[in-house]
T-cell receptor
Framework: QKEVEQNSGPLSVPEGAIASLNCTYS??????FFWYRQYSGKSPELIMS????GDKEDGRFTAQLNKASQYVSLLIRDSQPSDSATYLC?????????FGTGTRLQVFP | DTAVSQTPKYLVTQMGNDKSIKCEQN?????MYWYKQDSKKFLKIMFS???????INETVPNRFSPKSPDKAHLNLHINSLELGDSAVYFC??????????FGDGTRLSIL
């Protein structure tokens, strides 16, 4: 059974700080990784995708991938209260996504 | 608006009833999905269709039957509803092999 693991949190950070969200996955041959943000009562929204080892930056978001360690992370710089949500890590398995249980992020003013 | 739209948004019904959820996407995607998100927020694939053909069928009770009349629509029919079916059901779509875009979800509550 392929698995994606995340710490459920909550992860609490002050406004302006860097939030670091982590994810590990079990299938060594996985090639595609995604971060979704889900506000309470809303649908998951794709915010980042990463396919190669290293860092990928998009605005305040940086995704980091280390395939040797089977580890993917999401950094949110200058965290804002509006970033408070659950962040879901997803790994592509053939034509479907396997999701982690999500990490709840709370950014306090 | 371009989107993945689901109806109804909320569904409250008695145990044992049969109900359907409808999904439509106007993004031109070939592939559509049904996911279930339980009370612990765990999101799990149920079914996937590519160009009206079933390509993913996870371990789901056969009370659940998806139907895709065309590649823009994927409906989910549930027979003999049980308490454990209470969840949020998300429809999603994507080009084959690409990240998925989710609808707003249908919150199903079984009394």
């Amino acid at each position: 059974q392929k698995e994606v693991e995340q710490n459920s949190g909550p992860l609490s950070v002050p406004e302006g700080a860097i939030a670091s969200l982590n994810c590990t996955y079990s299938d060594r041959v996985s090639q595609s990784f995604f971060w979704y943000r889900q506000y309470s009562g809303k649908s998951p929204e794709l915010i980042m995708s990463i396919y190669s080892n290293g860092d990928k930056e998009d605005g305040r978001f940086t995704a980091q991938l280390n395939k040797a360690s089977q580890y993917v992370s999401l950094l949110i710089r200058d965290s804002q209260p509006s970033d408070s949500a659950t962040y879901l890590c997803a790994v592509k398995d053939t034509d479907k996504l396997i999701f982690g249980t999500g990490t709840r992020l709370q950014v306090f003013p | 608006d371009t989107a993945v739209s689901q109806t109804p948004k909320y569904l409250v019904t008695q145990m044992g009833n049969d109900k359907s959820i409808k999904c439509e996407q106007n993004l031109g995607h070939d592939t559509m999905y049904w996911y279930k998100q339980d009370s612990k927020k765990f999101l799990k694939i149920m079914f996937s269709y590519n160009n009206k053909e079933l390509i993913i069928n996870e371990t789901v009770p056969n009370r659940f039957s998806p139907k895709s009349p065309d590649k823009a629509h994927l409906n989910l029919h549930i027979n003999s509803l049980e308490l454990g079916d209470s969840a949020v059901y998300f429809c999603a779509s994507s080009p084959l092999g690409q990240p998925q875009h989710f609808g707003d979800g249908t919150r199903l509550s079984i009394l």
